[in-house]
């Protein structure tokens, strides 16, 4: 993995031009302001989650397709209201006691085949408008430059996500879990994996959706053109937990992205007191080491998330509650209560131990 610096790039071009198909995608995507602007300008003004503010070049194709598709939809739905209203306040009134006209059934009305045929026309007209946008999209997600890309691989488990970052040299590898950093303006390709049922990788306001299936390995590439904190989402279905299986991306600059990556790459700081030694003795000699995995110690168990740097991230439990002292003494002594159906069994753990222990995993930053 290079983390160097790379030039930056704005968010609607590649290469330092627009993709082919961007410019039609745009001007249909201006005429749709009126209708979908204020929908996409009412959320706060740093949205987490939102596929109508796109931060990456991918999810502004995605975004154009979208609002190109609502423009069309809408129009023929208008269409289709006024032409009703106009045929029903047209329609002659008649009482009860009046015979049916069945004049048309006489004599051709042409003017209707006339309207019912332009409007099939046009209905199939821009049916086909729609799939040539379709297309153009897809070609140009398809045409994103990974040179110099940002290579890692993504698992995902029940319920929780994990990220193995490539090594440039033997050793320098890192594994962290629910969280990913990415360099503004760079390309990230990662690989995605499932560990035990389908899973979906979803970043909208980066990219679409990626299925992981169990036994297949697929890819998706971005790039992020916009710093910011991004939330993603398992898409599909895995689970009691699905609804709880989050995860960030951070993008930022590059030089942030490398001092954090250097971070990643230290391994755990040594106990400075009785206490931490205690904490680190009970964890690496306890049921913890058979799970989790803390670079520089003896613990290295893969059934769940590396701790290396735990504490210095935001949310514990693929983002479900804050990385705070009290969240974590809860998530150990009752994993189960703060999110049911997790595997990580219960501490039986004396209060005495149990602090030593939330002492060490405290130095974990």
């Given at each position: 993995m290079k983390t160097g610096?790379?030039?930056?790039?704005?968010?609607?071009?590649?290469?330092?031009?627009?993709?082919?198909?961007?410019?039609?995608?745009?001007?249909?995507?201006?005429?749709?302001a009126a209708l979908s602007g204020?929908?996409?300008f009412a959320a706060p003004a740093a949205p987490a989650h939102d596929a109508l503010r796109p931060a990456g070049v991918q999810a502004a194709h995605i975004f154009s397709l979208w609002t190109v598709t609502l423009t069309?939809?809408?129009?023929?739905?208008a269409a289709v209201l006024i032409a009703l209203l106009f045929a029903v306040a047209r329609a002659p009134r008649a009482s009860r006691d009046a015979s049916p006209d069945l004049g048309s059934l006489e004599r051709p009305e042409r003017r209707v085949g006339r309207v019912v045929s332009g409007a099939s026309i046009a209905s199939v007209v821009l049916l086909f408008g729609l799939l040539l946008a379709d297309i153009m999209t897809d070609r140009a997600l398809s045409r994103l430059p990974v040179a110099d890309a940002v290579h890692l691989e993504m698992t995902g488990h029940q319920w929780w996500?994990?990220?193995?970052?490539?090594?440039?040299?033997?050793?320098?590898g890192f594994a962290v879990a629910n969280e990913l950093h990415v360099p503004v303006g760079r390309p990230v390709v990662i690989s995605l994996k499932a560990d035990d049922v389908i899973h979906t990788f979803w970043v909208p306001n980066l990219h679409g959706k990626k299925d992981m299936i169990p036994g297949r390995e697929s890819t998706i590439e971005?790039?992020?053109?916009?710093?910011g904190t991004y939330r993603g989402q398992c898409a599909e279905f895995c689970g009691l937990e699905h609804a709880l299986m989050a995860f960030t991306v951070v993008a930022e600059r590059p030089a942030q992205y490398d001092a954090w990556v250097a971070r990643q790459r230290t391994p755990a700081p040594?106990?400075?007191d009785a206490l931490q030694a205690q904490g680190e003795r009970l964890f690496t000699t306890g049921n913890c080491a058979g799970c989790h995995t803390v670079r520089g110690t003896s613990a290295n168990g893969v059934l769940g998330p590396d701790l290396t740097h735990v504490m210095s991230r935001p949310?514990?439990?693929a983002e479900t509650f804050e990385n705070t002292p009290a969240n974590l003494e809860s998530w150990i002594k009752a994993p189960g209560s703060m999110k049911p159906g997790t595997t990580m069994p219960a501490s039986q753990l004396s209060a005495q131990d149990l602090n030593a222990l939330i002492a060490w995993i405290r130095t974990l930053q």
């Open positions: 610096q790379a030039p930056q790039t704005d968010l609607q071009s590649v290469a330092g031009r627009p993709p082919r198909g961007a410019i039609a995608l745009r001007a249909a995507a201006a005429l749709a204020g929908l996409a069309v939809c809408s129009l023929v739905f996500w994990e990220a193995r970052y490539a090594d440039d040299t033997p050793g320098s971005f790039r992020a053109d916009r710093a040594q106990p400075v949310m514990l439990a």
